[in-house]
C-alpha cells in the first residue's frame, strides 16, 4: 500500500524501495516483484524492470492474467 502510494506521486524510487522490502519479507509476493518492474520502467530501467516482471510470474504465474496493472498503479 505505501509503495502504491509512492508510485501514484511518481517517487518512483521510495516506491521501489518499499516494494523490494516487501518482497524481502516474503519472497513468495510476486505481485511486488510485479510493481518494483513497473517502478523500474517509470525510472528507465528497462532491462531490471523485465528481470522482475520474470520473477513475479515465475513466483505466482497467474499473475499474468490477474494482475497487477499499470493501471491499478497510475
Not at 27 to 39: E, I, T, W
Not at 42 to 69: D, H
Request: glycine share 10%; proline share 4%; no cysteine.
Amino acid at each position: 500500500a505505501q509503495g502504491d502510494e509512492a508510485f501514484r506521486r511518481q517517487d518512483f524510487v521510495k516506491a521501489a524501495g518499499l516494494y523490494r522490502q516487501a518482497f524481502n519479507t516474503a519472497k513468495d509476493n510476486g505481485a511486488a516483484f510485479m510493481r518494483l518492474g513497473y517502478a523500474q520502467v517509470a525510472t528507465g530501467q528497462l532491462g531490471s524492470a523485465l528481470e522482475y516482471f520474470k520473477r513475479g510470474l515465475a513466483v505466482e504465474p497467474a499473475l499474468v492474467l490477474t494482475g497487477p496493472t499499470p493501471d491499478e498503479l497510475y
